[in-house]
C-alpha cells in the first residue's frame, strides 16, 4: 500500500488538482455551508464511530494518549450523491471529556455541532494529499463506493476544543458538483 503524503502547500503535490477541486480544497472553511450551496439536501451516512488503530500519519494527535483513538467515518450526501468522504480522528482524551456531545451526534453535521460557532475552539491550516487508488485511505472508502479514479484528493486540518485534539481529514469524491463562483 502507498502512503498518502501530507504537505501544507498545493504546489508540493504529487498530481495537481483541477482547478474546481484546487477550490474545494483551499476555499471553503466549513465545508458543509459550501456543499448546501450546491444542494437541496445535504445528509450525513455514519459508516462508523469506533475506538480503532490509525495511520501513521494519524498518530501524532495520540501520541500522549495509551488507547487507541476514537474515530468516526462518514459520507456526505448531497442530493442523495455521496460527495465526500469524513474520516475524523479523536485523541481518546478528547473523546473522553466531550463523550456526551460525541454519542449525541448521529447523522448531524460534526462541524455544524459541535466546532464552527465555538468559541473555545481553534483550527489549524490546512494540509493537502493526493490519495492513490493504492492506499489504506482510498481502499477504506472503496470498501463503500464503488471507485474507478486513480486517485482523489483531500484536505485534513486539526481542531482542539479547549485544547483538547481531533483531526478533521475530507476527502472530495467523483460526484462532487463544481465548485464555481463565489
Keep these: 500500500m502507498k502512503r498518502v503524503t501530507w504537505v ?3 504546489a508540493g503535490l504529487a498530481h495537481q488538482p483541477t482547478h474546481s477541486i484546487e477550490q474545494w480544497l483551499t476555499k471553503p472553511t466549513i465545508l458543509s455551508q459550501a456543499l448546501k450551496r450546491h444542494c437541496q439536501s445535504l445528509s450525513v451516512e455514519v459508516l462508523s464511530q469506533q475506538f480503532m ?6 498518530s501524532k494527535l495520540v501520541e ?6 476514537f474515530v468516526r467515518r462518514v459520507f456526505l450526501y448531497g442530493d442523495n450523491q455521496p460527495w465526500t468522504y469524513g474520516r475524523v480522528v479523536i485523541a481518546s482524551s478528547t473523546y473522553q471529556t466531550y463523550f456526551a ?3 449525541a451526534l448521529g447523522f448531524k453535521l460534526l462541524g455544524e455541532t459541535l466546532l464552527y460557532g ?6 489549524s491550516e490546512f494540509e493537502y494529499a493526493v490519495v492513490p487508488q493504492d492506499s489504506a ?3 477504506e472508502i472503496h470498501q463503500h463506493l464503488p471507485l474507478t479514479h486513480e486517485r482523489l484528493w483531500a484536505r485534513r486540518s486539526y481542531f482542539y476544543l479547549k485544547g483538547a485534539p481531533l483531526l478533521v481529514t475530507e476527502v472530495f469524491l467523483p460526484l462532487l458538483p463544481d ?3 463565489e
Design 8 to 10: 501544507s502547500d498545493l
Design 53 to 58: 488503530a490509525v495511520d501513521e500519519t494519524e
Design 64 to 69: 500522549k494518549d495509551a488507547t487507541e483513538p
Design 101 to 103: 456531545q460525541f454519542m
Design 118 to 123: 465555538n468559541p473555545d475552539t481553534t483550527r
Design 137 to 139: 485511505l482510498f481502499q
Design 179 to 181: 465548485y464555481g463562483r
